[in-house]
């Protein structure tokens, strides 16, 4: 993993509020606004393997410095489309996805992190393979939980909110985006 923009108080994030009532959509409904779409790409890197065996969540880790793109300055989850570059013989395939941008503040992590995670199973792990995601809208903060349970419940929370944000013709139209489908195929 790469480690980038250390930092020494990794508990910035406030806590998660108990009683707070969750938006059942996220970003405007004429679509995207400025800094979104942010197109992003890169090498599937190992993380901390909490994801898939912690919170049953599997999450594709981007290069850490990705992390300084513009327009990814907070902190939190973001919401928008994934493609995996297809192995020889396969089709790409568009999924929507949830992205959590920061430090994750209940685990302590020292680095910031992208940790992507496509609303996709596809049967596989896919380490040091081509991710291309286009990030088209910011859903809440990062937040410090009180237990696991309780990110477990908001992170559910966060994948219905992109699947229902992403049905709308203004954000649905950026599945068929090129940059999605552009992999150079080698093989």
Same mark, same amino acid.
Request: aromatic content about 10%.
């Given at each position: +993993?790469t480690?980038?923009?250390? /930092?020494?108080?990794?508990n910035?994030?406030?806590?998660?509020?108990?009683? $707070?009532?969750?938006?059942?959509?996220?970003?405007?409904?004429?679509?995207?606004?400025?800094p979104?779409?942010i197109?992003?790409?890169?090498?599937?890197?190992?993380?901390?393997?909490?994801?898939?065996?912690? @919170?049953g969540?599997?999450?594709?880790? @981007?290069?850490?410095?990705l992390? =300084?793109?513009?327009?990814?300055? $907070?902190?939190?989850i973001?919401f #928008?489309?994934?493609? !995996? *570059?297809?192995?020889? #013989?396969?089709?790409?395939?568009? %999924? *929507?996805m949830? +992205? =959590?941008?920061?430090y994750?503040? +209940?685990?302590?992590?020292?680095?910031?992190t992208?940790e992507?995670?496509?609303?996709?199973?596809? #049967?596989?792990?896919?380490?040091?393979?081509? @991710?291309?995601? &286009?990030i088209?809208?910011?859903?809440?903060?990062?937040?410090?939980?009180?237990?696991?349970?309780?990110?477990?419940?908001? &992170?559910? &929370?966060d994948k219905?909110? =992109? !699947?229902?944000?992403?049905? $709308?013709?203004?954000? %649905?139209?950026?599945? %068929?985006?090129?940059? @999605?489908?552009?992999?150079? /195929?080698?093989?």
């Open positions: +993993m480690e980038v923009n250390a /930092i020494s108080n990794v910035l994030a406030e806590s998660a509020p108990a009683d $707070r009532v969750r938006p059942t959509l996220a970003g405007d409904s004429d679509g995207p606004t400025p979104f779409p197109r992003l790409e890169g090498k599937v890197e190992h993380g901390f393997a909490r994801g898939s065996k912690e @919170l969540c599997p999450t594709a880790n @981007l290069p850490g410095s992390t =300084s793109q513009e327009g990814l300055e $907070r902190n939190g973001y #928008g489309w994934a493609c !995996l *570059e297809p192995r020889p #013989g396969e089709t790409s395939l568009v %999924k *929507e949830v +992205m =959590s941008v920061g994750n503040p +209940m685990y302590g992590n020292k680095f910031r992208i992507v995670h496509v609303i996709h199973d596809y #049967g596989r792990d896919f380490y040091d393979e081509n @991710l291309k995601i &286009i088209l809208g910011f859903i809440r903060p990062e937040y410090n939980y009180s237990s696991k349970e309780d990110l477990i419940k908001d &992170i559910e &929370i219905a909110v =992109s !699947l229902k944000s992403l049905e $709308r013709p203004p954000y %649905k139209s950026f599945s %068929k985006d090129e940059f @999605l489908s552009s992999f150079q /195929i080698n093989g």
